[in-house]
Nanobody, 121 residues
């Protein structure tokens, strides 16, 4: 199971750090991803990290502003979001895949409940 936290309301240009704590699974066997879904839009890929944490992947829209990381000792994955823009407003979901990472939301095995991020202009 995955539990996401850290969302909130922030002004444009601000920062937030999301966390996703895993339980009941062997965390270091899972590639982890962050996705987001804005009202009226499909859920989209944001970032992913390999099982060991040695490689990361980002959507073009967040590259250079967001950083995904993980701490396998704490069974937690993070998403540091800097220089936030109103277009980043969405519910953010963490997801785990017991295989190599993927950009596709259809290929993840477990999902967290989502945490709301709202960026005001």
């Amino acid at each position: 199971q995955l539990q996401a936290s850290g969302g909130g309301l922030v002004q444009a240009g601000g920062s937030l750090r999301l966390s996703c704590a895993a339980s009941g699974l062997t965390f270091n066997r899972y590639a982890m991803g962050w996705f987001r879904q804005a009202p009226g839009k499909e859920r989209e890929f944001v970032a992913a990290i390999t099982r060991s944490g040695d490689s990361t992947y980002y959507a073009d829209s967040v590259k250079g502003r967001f950083t995904i990381s993980r701490d396998n000792a704490k069974n937690t994955v993070y998403l540091q979001m800097n220089n936030l823009e109103p277009e980043d407003t969405a519910v953010y979901y963490c997801a785990g895949r017991r295989a190599a990472y993927s950009h596709s939301r259809y290929e993840y095995d477990y999902w967290g409940q989502g945490t709301q991020v709202t960026v005001s202009s």
